[in-house]
C-alpha cells in the first residue's frame, strides 16, 4: 500500500522548547490520521488524533494539524520535557476503519537538558 | 479503560519451534484485532487483521502458513510463529478495535522474540 513518511529521522530540542514533528502522506483517500508516542520495548501510545474533514485539533501540549492540500501532518508539543523524549509515528487509516493502519518512518526525539 | 495485553512479554527460542503469542482485550470487546512486527529502529508494519470468528487476512509479503492466527473469542487472537528461524526475531505489537468506536485502536505492549 502506499505509505507515510517522515521528513526528519532525529530532532533534538532544547527542554522547554516547543518542537514540531512533520509528515507526509501519500493516500489522498485517508481519512483519519493518529500520532503514536513509542518509547523504547513499548507499544505504541496515543497522543492525538484528527479526522480529515479537520484542519488542527489541540489536546494538552499537544497540537495536529492537517494541511489536505499538500498531504501534509505535524504534531506540535510545547514546553517539551525530558519525558517527551520518545520515537513519534504518524499513522493513517483508510476504509472507515477496517483496514489496520499504516505507519510512517518515525521520529525520534531528543530532549536536550 | 481500553487496556490490551500480550503474552508473553518477551520470549527465546531455537531454531524450528514454534512460539504462540496472545493479545487480549482487557475491558473491551474487539471485534477485530490487528497483528504488527516491528525490526529495530524502523517503523511498525501490519503483518494481518484478525476478524473474530473468521479467517485472517494477510497483507502482501506475509506468509499465512508461518504466521498462524487465530481470533477464537472478542477478546482474544493469538499469533503463532511456526518453525521460527533468526529471521523472525522481532517485536509483535498487535492492537484491537473497540467495537463503540469504529476508528480506536488500542495497542499491547509487544513481545520480543528472539530466535537462536
Known amino acids: 500500500g502506499e505509505s507515510v513518511g517522515l521528513h526528519l529521522p532525529t530532532l533534538s530540542v532544547q527542554e522547554g522548547d516547543n518542537s514540531i514533528i512533520n509528515c507526509a502522506y501519500s493516500?489522498?483517500?485517508?481519512?483519519?490520521f493518529i500520532w503514536y508516542k513509542q518509547e523504547s520495548g513499548k507499544g505504541p501510545q496515543f497522543i492525538i488524533d484528527?479526522?480529515?474533514?479537520?484542519d488542527k485539533r489541540q489536546g494538552q501540549r499537544v497540537t495536529v494539524l492537517l494541511n489536505k492540500t499538500v498531504k501534509h501532518l505535524s504534531l506540535q508539543i510545547a514546553a517539551t520535557q525530558p519525558g517527551d523524549s520518545a520515537v513519534y509515528f504518524c499513522a493513517e487509516l483508510s476504509g472507515g476503519g477496517a483496514d489496520g493502519l499504516t505507519f510512517g518512518k518515525g521520529t525520534h526525539l531528543i530532549i536536550q537538558p | 479503560g481500553a487496556v490490551v495485553s500480550q503474552h508473553p512479554s518477551w520470549v527465546i527460542c531455537k531454531s524450528g519451534t514454534s512460539v504462540k503469542i496472545e493479545c487480549r482485550s482487557l475491558?473491551?470487546?474487539?471485534?477485530?484485532m490487528f497483528w504488527y512486527r516491528q525490526f529495530p529502529k524502523q517503523s511498525l508494519m501490519l503483518m494481518a487483521t484478525s476478524n473474530e470468528g473468521s479467517k485472517a487476512t494477510y497483507e502482501q509479503g506475509v506468509e499465512k502458513d508461518k504466521f498462524l492466527i487465530n481470533h477464537a473469542s472478542l477478546t482474544l487472537s493469538t499469533l503463532t510463529v511456526t518453525s521460527a528461524h533468526p529471521e523472525d526475531s522481532s517485536f509483535y505489537i498487535c492492537?484491537?478495535?473497540?467495537?463503540?468506536?469504529?476508528?480506536?485502536?488500542?495497542f499491547g505492549p509487544g513481545t520480543r522474540l528472539t530466535v537462536t
Open positions: 493516500n489522498s483517500a485517508s481519512d483519519y
Open positions: 484528527i479526522r480529515s474533514n479537520m
Open positions: 475491558d473491551f470487546q474487539a471485534t477485530t
Open positions: 492492537s484491537a478495535r473497540d467495537l463503540s468506536r469504529s476508528y480506536e485502536q488500542y
